[in-house]
Nanobody, 120 residues
Framework: QVRLVESGGGLVQPGGSLTLACAAS????????MAWYRQAPGNKRELVAL???????NYADSVKGRFTISRANAKNTVYLQLNTLKPEDTGVYYC??????????????WGQGTQVTVSS
């Protein structure tokens, strides 16, 4: 069974940095796109950043220039570098994999989430 496991969340002061990682485990042949979403209390889950297998990226306007998404295809791992963090970046960050090919196809897979809190 394939699954996504996130790591790297925590408490950081405004202006600080964090690095999130998400590793896909199980029998995996390929993953089309990997992404990070976040959800703040009372808000809908929103896309933060996405990266295709070829390395094309897309970012939410609110994080452009501050966050960087990257992936290591050989490790089935996606990273999110969060810089110049603001209190409004606080939320649960979820990893997402789209078009995952194992011994079966998984169109949409989610991790359990990791908490990021930006506060002084």
């Amino acid at each position: 069974q394939v699954r996504l496991v996130e790591s790297g969340g925590g408490l950081v002061q405004p202006g600080g940095s964090l690095t999130l990682a998400c590793a896909a485990s199980g029998v995996i042949f390929s993953i089309d796109a990997m992404a990070w979403y976040r959800q703040a209390p009372g808000n809908k889950r929103e896309l933060v950043a996405l990266i295709t297998r070829a390395g094309m990226t897309n970012y939410a306007d609110s994080v452009k220039g501050r966050f960087t998404i990257s992936r290591a295809n050989a490790k089935n791992t996606v990273y999110l570098q969060l810089n110049t963090l603001k209190p409004e970046d606080t939320g649960v960050y979820y990893c997402n994999a789209q078009g995952l090919i194992s011994t079966y196809r998984v169109n949409d897979l989610w991790g359990q989430g990791t908490q990021v809190t930006v506060s002084s």
